[in-house]
């Protein structure tokens, strides 16, 4: 390209610039019927978060609210897991016997690392993708606890499982501590791929995932 193409070239840059910046401003805006409410069957709702957390290799069960300490004993034996990590306002009837349960109070990273794994309630379910929310609100914790040990076991209320994800996005809106709170979308263990695609799990959190879901 000779400098007299190249001038030409950058003139025509520059003016599309300028006009593009003095021009109004358009939003924009598209009709597509997108759905930002279920009104879909409640069984099915539930029926279709379990099915989708399951695909992501993470296990689910169904339990009580006055049976979540049984469940968590029996699914914590076949873990294998003795020491866990939980939010200080964990109820203590979700805790089991046999267990060693360290309350987080501002524990520092290494230990926390080196829990057997982490017992948390969960915010919000969204049916419509199997992601779990934590917002760091009630019985959660800590984003680091939920983060740092191999092993997490949530337990998520029926109630709490949404049809889609403009559903959990509003709701969270309505919750929301401070602008920069964090969220954390859990869409079973963690896993990724390097650069020649072989699965690498528990690079960015948990790798294992257990799921209890309180009807």
Not at 64 to 88: C, D, N
Not at 114 to 140: E, N, P
Not at 172 to 188: D, K, N
Request: glycine fraction near 8%.
């Amino acid at each position: 390209m000779n400098n007299t193409s190249r001038t030409a070239m950058l003139t025509k840059i520059r003016t599309a610039m300028q006009q593009g910046s003095r021009g109004a401003h358009h939003e924009a805006h598209t009709d597509a019927p997108y759905h930002v409410n279920d009104d879909g069957n409640v069984a099915a709702r539930i029926e279709l978060f379990a099915h989708r957390v399951a695909e992501y290799k993470a296990w689910v069960g169904h339990c009580t609210a006055a049976g979540i300490a049984q469940a968590v004993a029996e699914r914590l034996v076949i873990r294998g897991k003795k020491r866990m990590v939980i939010p200080s306002d964990l109820p203590d009837s979700w805790l089991s016997p046999g267990v060693e349960y360290i309350r987080d109070s501002q524990l520092d990273r290494t230990v926390i690392a080196g829990m057997d794994g982490v017992l948390s309630g969960a915010a919000l379910g969204i049916a419509q993708t199997g992601t779990i929310v934590l917002d760091g609100g009630r019985f959660q914790g800590r984003r680091m606890i939920s983060l740092l040990p191999d092993y997490h076991l949530c337990i998520i209320r029926a109630q709490d499982i949404v049809g889609v994800v403009p559903e959990a996005f509003a709701q969270l809106a309505t919750t929301r501590q401070t602008p920069i709170q964090p969220y954390t979308f859990i869409s079973g263990p963690s896993a990724t791929s390097d650069i020649e695609l072989n699965r690498v799990e528990g690079v960015h959190g948990p790798r294992t995932l257990d799921v209890f879901i309180v009807d």
